[in-house]
């Protein structure tokens, strides 16, 4: 499990793809003696397992599906990428639940500065739309971020300018793509209330959540 809290902001030294999968290398500043292998971390929201480490940089292996799903496939040499390693039991959870399974990809559709913060718009899929609230959370690229204010096709962000100065937003423009990871809990607000594989009704109904004071 990750925050969305990122540590910091590392480079894509390779990404070899062959086939379906792929190697992925990233240099980091990580102490190589606090990451073991098959520990967990964030590139980019995408939750990978260290399989290889060097001088100065990690080795990941990037399943089929993940480079379907996520915006790694777009990566190149040098690209900066968020990195955060996994929370551990005795951290404090101070952006939101981030599992580091990324739902989708969304692009970029404009970019402006309001007062010395940055907004941005991104357009995405309607099936994941649904998971998005104004005022909810959402990961982006690995980014724990609230959301400003959902449309038909896409939402909106505010980021301070602290979050772009040590995150890649600071690089990002209008057409790129960034990987999109919603609130977990939604969905399983979703599973609750539609009963998916369940035999009978929960008897959770958007009456008895708004009158929880959860809506």
Do not use: W
Not at 21 to 29: D, E, F, R, Y
Not at 33 to 46: K, R, T
């Amino acid at each position: 499990m990750f925050t969305g809290l990122i540590e910091e902001v590392g480079k894509v030294v390779k990404l070899e793809v062959t086939g379906a999968a792929g190697i992925l290398t990233v240099a980091a500043a990580f102490p190589q003696d606090e990451v073991a292998l098959g520990d967990s971390i964030a590139i980019n929201g995408v939750c990978l397992t260290v399989t290889q480490k060097g001088a100065g940089t990690f080795g990941f292996d990037v399943s089929p599906e993940t480079i379907e799903r996520s915006a790694l496939r777009s990566m190149k040499n040098g690209s900066p990428v968020n990195l955060e390693r996994a929370l551990p039991l005795s951290g404090r959870l101070d952006g939101h639940i981030v599992s580091g399974h990324v739902d989708c990809v969304a692009t970029i559709g404009d970019r402006r500065e309001i007062s010395g913060n940055t907004v941005f718009s991104f357009r995405m899929a309607h099936e994941y739309l649904k998971y998005v609230a104004t005022k909810g959370s959402v990961a982006i690229d690995g980014i724990s971020l609230t959301v400003n204010a959902v449309a038909e096709d896409g939402f909106s962000v505010n980021i301070i300018p602290h979050t772009t100065a040590n995150t890649t937003l600071k690089y990002r423009q209008v057409g790129d793509q960034v990987n999109i990871e919603t609130d977990i809990l939604a969905k399983y607000v979703e599973r609750l209330l539609t009963g998916r594989g369940e035999a009978k009704s929960s008897g959770i109904t958007l009456e008895l959540l708004a009158k929880s004071g959860f809506m």
